[in-house]
């Protein structure tokens, strides 16, 4: 497998690794009536081989939706032309004191017009469930709020 790539900032970006306080987007994403659900490589330092969304730290001055459609096409390779849609859920905070940070999550909705997909490094599985499915899974903590958050968008 894959090592973690060491974080080097772009220019404009903000390196979030020894900062207490991180805002992030976490992304559920549809297609249909199926949502994607990915397994973190075992060589992430932040949650190894937790199920998740497509999940990002909001470090640069890109707008939320920009910073959604680099995530998926960066870990997905789903290109703008095949989001449908993207929905901000109530923004939450989570707290992980066992790596010294809280998440300012921003939970998003995005609706794709394929399921065909291809992941990066950062993900070693990855499964299309029903929403009823999603207890079948060890979750990262706090995705569990973000499905909270969201069912209120789609239910």
Known sequence: MAQEKQFIPKEG????????????VNCLVRYGDKFLLMQR???LRLYPGCWNGV?????????????VEEELREEL??????ILS?????????????????????????E???????????AQKYVWILWDDFKEHE???????VLEKLSKIIH
Not at 55 to 67: A, C, Y
Not at 77 to 82: E, N, S
Not at 87 to 107: C, M, N, S
Request: proline share 4%.
């Open 13 to 24: 970006q903000v390196d979030f690794t020894n900062i207490r306080w991180c805002p992030v």
């Open 41 to 43: 490589s075992e060589n």
């Open 55 to 67: 999940s990002g730290f909001l470090d640069d001055k890109k707008d939320l939706n920009e910073k």
């Open 77 to 82: 390779g789903i290109q703008k032309m095949d």
């Open 86 to 110: 993207i929905r901000l859920g109530e923004i939450f905070d989570q707290e992980a004191k066992e790596y010294g940070k809280t998440w300012i999550v921003h939970p998003i909705l995005v």
């Open 112 to 122: 794709v017009s394929t399921d065909k997909i291809v992941t990066d490094w950062e």
């Open 139 to 145: 979750l990262m903590p706090g995705f569990d709020r």
